[in-house]
């Protein structure tokens, strides 16, 4: 069986392929912006234009406009194709990479967030989270874990502003999607933003 990861929730773009467990193609790009032109093509470029039995997709947090594109393109082709589709969270994807490299410790996934907070969610060495994600200012964050390992786009300012730990710096590549512990896929696909609307509705008055 044939597997797509899609993951455009951050400034990083990537695809993967698997048959099966194996990988058989990938692209990862740190592109900042432009999502939206670059990942139909990279999808395109895989093996028989990247198409799949299954699409796993990130679901955020991460930026607004990426994470839209990328479960938008997901849920077309998963259409189109007649695909099984799931969905999973980028900060697992995250502590799965940091797993990969250390091995089954605890890991603490620490993401660039909106207005100069930080995303972070802890993760025990199985892999499946310790508490639920949040979105939180940089002094709180370094207030609040004492996980050694943090990993991330913000790991080296987590250490730095907390004074310890070993910061893994990464962005999310789907390479690494088969490694999310399977209980955190979920065929519900809606987007995770992390965190509070900025536009909020107007409060009706009598």
Known sequence: MRTLAIDCATEACS???????TLIANTHAVLGRGHAERLVPMIAALPDKGKAHRILVSRGPGSFTGVR?????????????????????????????AR????????????TGGHGEWFVQPFGASGKPAADHASVKPADAAQSFEID??????????????????????????????????????????????????????????
């Open 149 to 206: 390992l943090i990993a991330g786009s913000q790991a080296q300012a987590f250490v730095a502003e907390r004074g310890h730990g070993i910061a893994l710096s990464l962005l999310p590549d789907a390479s690494h999607a088969l490694s999310i512990p399977t209980t955190l896929l979920s065929p519900n696909t809606a987007p995770i933003y992390g965190r509070a609307p900025d536009a909020k509705l107007p409060t009706k008055t009598s």
């Open 69 to 97: 594109i990328g479960v938008a393109t997901a849920r077309a082709l998963a259409y189109a194709w007649t695909a099984e589709i799931a969905g999973y969270p980028t900060l697992a994807l995250v502590a799965a990479m």
């Open 15 to 21: 695809v993967a392929l698997f048959e099966d467990d």
């Open 100 to 111: 990969a490299e250390h091995g089954e410790v605890p890991v603490l996934s620490c993401m």
